[in-house]
């Protein structure tokens, strides 16, 4: 009784399963035909064979398929249930198809047991009775079963005995060691039933569970084709739709260095289509220096790879660009068959590093002419005040006279060359007062007309009377330099070497008009001209042609239109290429009161006042002759190079103005009026400073808080004396006029 409910449990285990809800077949069942053994052996052949043929047929779907297989088993199976389970996540199984007899009744679900499902989950055929557990295709030694729960053998065994449950045969189906579920046979007791399953039933069911065992594994297989398939697709639209996107250009060759795949960013960088690039020789079509493509090769002949290798490549319309290549060889089957790598435009970055290299080299020249003003003014110093002193001279010849006169113009052209110099290299010199366009023209043309002569250019000039205007000559005239400078070097290969100069007034403004019949600036380089460090000469020209032997900084215009814009004024460009070029400089009418630059004379403070000066410079000559100048006005005049020495004589003496340089190699003038401000005692003389270099404008803020005057070298002599002459007026309470400088 114990083992009849032991198998009735087991059955109630296939809840969901409808394996054993046979019930009500008395009455109405068929009684099974008496066939022949050989007959029957014959039939279940056939039966083999059918399967067999219908296994190589397609169907819709595999359930399809595993239907019609079930329809032809059943009737042969003395079976009034056959039930395909398939394996669901979790180990559970549901049934998906059945064949039933023509006639069963259904009778409810068993409860479901956990158990029964984990029979099932072994993957092992076995065979359920009213009498025990029967297993098959396994080794004797296993059972394979569990001890089943007291509460499922009780409700199992009422139901086994209500529904007339006789037998049960399980046989997995596996794709290799994977279970996917089972075929499930079932009998129920009647008086015309075979209680026994014919063996060659069983073999066909193992035929079945083969035919559905591949199936399976074929659809498997087809399943995780597709999927692989899938991925595939969209991991090929993935690295497609970044191919297409790279903002960098991806390539590779083949062995001999020909490109055969190409990104299309080629299109942006290089000018050339995907289409276009493929074939082309990697080194050769694409290297600019012969020198740069054969580094290429042996660096990665020697390392089997390049990181960010610099240089310079033609592009389609035949301009160069810095492109940095990564790239390495690729193999294929061991042997290296081309090479594959990134190439990034770094035009841009490049031209970046070599402006702040520019900068950095003007930063360095703005130093060196900064010292280099600072020795040279004072020996242009010396030689403007001696000559001054000499005309001074009442009894001197006119030849004489003559001579002076000379020198010292020549002396002040030095001393415009020199503030050239500093403008150029990035420094401020001069300041805003009242000039003539027109003079600072010719100014500038003395200053280049010895240059221009010797290289065959004649300058035609037109220049008209103008009105005076406030304006910083020494910067207008470093603009009007830069404009025939590149007028210049415009005509190199003109036949016709001439440039044209013209000064006027054009309603409020006066102009200076200065054309070429040179090469022109083509149009799309109209709008950067006065861009910082845009150039087409020298290396940055396009080929062999003229402008190529020329040096250029890139600086000129862009320095020339900052110092306009500052004068409220404008420059304008009209060019043509092939015919000329031709700039418009314009500056606003300011009113303002003329500067004359007469013959010096000697001018003192009226009456007889006499000051006590001390002079501080390193120079001898030029303690000298401020000494000799002064002293012809009237003062008394004491001099030294040394800052501790001055700082003991105010101490010591009475001394009304101290004349100072601020740069001195013992003490500097900014340390010495440190300690003149710091002594006690009320009795600070007048301190007037003068130097050769420029000052920033916060430094000279500075000094100009401390100083009466700050006056640059080299000056006229008329120019101290004035200086002088205001210093002791404001010593003395009355408010002094202030002069250009």
Not at 249 to 275: A, H, M, Q
Not at 315 to 321: A, F, W
Request: aromatic share 6%; with cysteine; charged share 25%.
């Amino acid at each position: 009784m114990l083992l009849t409910i032991i198998v009735s449990v087991a059955l109630g285990m296939c809840v969901g399963i409808g394996v054993f809800a046979l019930v009500g077949h008395s009455g109405g069942t068929r009684s099974p035909k008496t066939v022949k053994p050989h007959r029957q052996m014959t039939a279940f052949a056939r039966l083999r064979t059918d399967l067999w043929k219908l296994s190589s047929k397609d169907f819709e779907s595999d359930l399809e398929f595993f239907q019609v297989i079930l329809n032809m088993v059943g009737p042969q199976s003395s079976a009034q249930r056959i039930t395909y389970l398939a394996r669901e996540e979790g180990d559970s199984f549901i049934p998906r198809l059945e064949w039933q007899e023509d006639g069963t009744a259904h009778g409810d679900f068993l409860p479901f047991c956990a158990d029964i499902e984990t029979l099932f989950g072994t993957g092992r055929a076995f065979r359920l009775t009213s009498e025990g557990i029967h297993r098959t295709c396994l080794d004797e030694g296993d059972s394979g079963m569990q001890q089943l729960s007291t509460e499922c053998i009780e409700r199992v065994g009422e139901n086994f005995a209500r529904n007339g449950i006789v037998e049960l045969h399980y046989f997995p189906v596996k794709v290799g060691k994977k279970l996917m579920g089972g075929i499930l046979l079932q009998q129920c007791s009647s008086p015309e039933s075979t209680r026994d399953v014919p063996k060659p039933v069983i073999h066909i069911l193992d035929d079945v569970v083969t035919i559905l065992s591949r199936t399976l594994e074929k659809g498997l297989f087809e399943s995780v084709r597709l999927e692989m398939e899938e991925a595939l697709r969209r991991s090929e639209v993935k690295y497609r739709m970044i191919f297409e996107n790279l903002h960098d250009t991806y390539f590779r060759t083949d062995s001999e260095g020909r490109i055969i795949l190409v990104s299309p960013s080629c299109l942006k960088i290089f000018g050339y289509s995907s289409d276009e690039m493929m074939g082309m020789n990697f080194t050769k079509d694409l290297f600019f220096s012969v020198q740069e493509r054969d580094n290429f090769l042996k660096t990665i002949g020697l390392h089997g790879q390049v990181q960010e290798f610099e240089g310079q490549m033609r592009t389609k319309d035949g301009h160069l660009l810095w492109v940095s290549t990564n790239a390495h060889y690729f193999s294929s089957e061991g042997e290296d068959i081309g090479f594959e790598g990134i190439l990034r435009d770094i035009t841009e970055r490049k031209s970046l590093e070599e402006q702040l290299i520019r900068a950095e080299r003007m930063a360095a020249v703005g130093t060196l002419a900064g010292g280099v003003a600072h020795e040279f003014n004072n020996i242009n110093l010396a030689v403007l005040g001696y000559s001054e002193l000499g005309m001074f001279r009442k009894d001197l010849p006119e030849d004489v006279k003559n001579y002076f006169k000379t020198i010292r113009r020549s002396a002040l052209r030095a001393k415009n060359i020199t503030s050239n110099l500093l403008t150029f290299s990035g420094g401020k010199t001069g300041s805003i007062g009242s000039g003539n366009l027109s003079d600072v023209v010719t100014e500038t043309l003395i200053m280049l007309d010895h240059e221009v002569a010797s290289k065959g250019v004649h300058i035609v000039k037109n220049l008209r009377s103008v009105p005076h205007t406030m304006m910083d000559t020494t910067q207008i005239g470093q603009v009007i330099l830069n404009i025939l400078i590149n007028a210049h070097h415009a005509m190199i290969e003109s036949p016709d070497k001439t440039i044209t100069v013209e000064t006027g007034v054009d309603d409020a403004w006066v102009f200076v008009k200065i054309g070429d019949r040179g090469c022109g600036i083509p149009p799309e380089h109209l709008n950067q001209i006065f861009s910082p460090f845009f150039s087409t000469k020298g290396e940055h020209s396009h080929g062999a042609d003229a402008q190529s032997s020329v040096k250029g900084t890139g600086l000129g215009l862009s320095i020339s239109h900052t110092i306009v814009s500052n004068h409220k004024g404008s420059i304008d460009v009209v060019s043509k290429v092939g015919e000329g070029t031709t700039f418009t400089v314009k500056l606003p009418i300011v009113p303002t009161r003329a500067r004359k630059d007469s013959v010096p004379s000697q001018v003192g403070v009226p009456g007889a006042v006499c000051a006590t000066i001390l002079i501080l410079d390193d120079e001898p000559d030029l303690r000298q002759l401020l000494d000799t100048f002064l002293k012809t006005l009237g003062h008394e005049v004491l001099t030294t190079g040394d800052g501790q020495e001055a700082l003991n004589i105010i101490g010591e003496t009475h001394v009304d103005i101290v004349i100072v340089d601020l740069q001195m190699p013992k003490m500097t003038g900014t340390v010495f009026l440190d300690r003149l401000h710091a002594a006690p005692g009320s009795a600070t003389p007048t301190v007037i400073v003068m130097t050769g270099k420029v000052m920033s404008k916060e430094r000279e803020e500075y000094h100009r808080e401390r100083v009466f005057r700050v006056i640059r070298k080299p000056f006229k002599l008329n120019e101290i004396s004035l200086h002088v002459s205001d210093a002791l007026l404001s010593r003395a309470g009355v408010a002094s006029g202030e002069h250009d400088i």
